[in-house]
């Protein structure tokens, strides 16, 4: 079973500097003559997406530090909401969180870097 986002850090993401990126799953095999052929590689695709939260005080930052670190050991996924479609989803960190520089002395910006499982 999967971890479960912790309710003390920020639930919301900004959409400024949201990024997805779809997982291509199609072979595309050129024909001799007319169009190209194209088919499924595999069914389930893996999407990556950056998710801006938008200021982790330093208590949030702790926790955050802790939860990628301990609770998910670096590699085990977790559920979160997904930004886009509001479903509860499984995700894993494609890379540590980045903790951006201090915007004040409790405002610290972060981005996730993680990927959709399916």
């Known amino acids: 079973m999967a971890a479960v986002w912790p309710v003390t850090l920020p639930q919301v993401v900004s959409w400024q500097g949201y990024a997805r990126r779809v997982q291509d799953t199609v072979i595309r ?3 001799d003559a007319g169009p190209p052929k194209l088919r499924q590689r595999f069914s389930a695709s893996v999407d990556q997406q950056d998710l801006p939260v938008v200021y982790c005080t330093k208590a949030q930052w702790v926790t955050l530090d802790t939860f990628y670190k301990t609770t998910l050991q670096r590699v085990l ?3 979160w909401t997904d930004p886009v ?5 499984n ?3 494609v890379k540590p969180p ?3 520089a201090m915007l004040g002395p409790d405002t610290i910006p972060v ?3 993680v990927e959709v499982l399916p």
């Open 77 to 79: 996924p977790f559920e």
């Open 85 to 89: 479609t509001g479903a509860t989803v």
């Open 111 to 113: 981005t996730l870097s």
């Open 91 to 93: 995700f894993r960190f």
């Open 98 to 100: 980045v903790f951006g």
């Open 29 to 31: 095999s050129p024909m």
